[in-house]
């Protein structure tokens, strides 16, 4: 499809090398056991991410989607380098399994910060409220990339919470965020879905 969709397109290459990119970034994020390659790869993902929404350089609607995207983010993605941090430096240990035995002997303070900066990390690769905005303008990206965001890249943030459940179960007030954010989100996501008379914000909603 996406060789189809890109045949008239002014510079496929990079676009191939940037959606290659993209899924091995995230298959890393996926798969990797040390918070080193975690971070890096999800900053990696979320960099690649937005430089395809904004692959037609001479929109300008599109380079301004981009830095939505890029702005969202950075501030996840500071949060989730903070959290892996905190967390490694905790354990003495940048293993990821080492790293989550430890965390629930940190003290109540760090893990309800911990906790937040996880969901914060979450609620921006998710598009959550305040975040939703980088989601609903990336309707410049390309069509396949579109189709491979809403397949699975929106949901990374449910991934990492779910990864890093051992943290959350420390940290209540942290949880009860993350469910008022989703609620929120989905009452969001309703109304834009309501009301957009385009189909692909429609759909984005």
């Known amino acids: 499809f ?56 001479d929109w300008s609607e599109a380079r301004a989607a981009a830095r939505r995207a890029r702005l969202a983010f950075l501030i996840g993605d500071t949060a989730l380098l903070a959290a892996l941090g905190i967390l490694g430096w905790n354990a003495a240990s940048v293993e990821l399994d080492a790293a989550l035995a430890a965390a629930t002997i940190l003290p109540p303070l760090a893990a309800h910060a911990v906790a937040a900066l996880l969901v914060v990390a979450a609620a921006a690769r998710c598009a959550l409220p305040p975040f939703s905005g980088w989601l609903l303008s990336s309707i410049t990206a390309p069509t396949p990339v579109s189709a491979l965001m809403h397949a699975g890249l929106v949901n990374a943030g449910g991934f990492l919470l779910i990864r890093f459940a051992p943290v959350l179960e420390t940290a209540p007030l942290a949880r009860a965020l993350a469910v008022i954010l989703g609620l929120c989100g989905a009452i969001y996501g309703i109304g834009i879905m309501l009301v957009r008379p385009d189909v692909k914000r429609s759909l984005a909603g």
């Open 2 to 57: 996406s060789l189809r969709y890109m045949r008239a397109d002014d510079s496929p290459a990079r676009f191939f090398a940037a959606l290659g990119g993209l899924v091995v970034t995230v298959l890393a994020t996926l798969f990797t056991g040390n918070l080193v390659v975690l971070g890096a790869a999800w900053c990696a993902s979320g960099w690649l991410l937005a430089g395809l929404i904004g692959h037609s350089a």
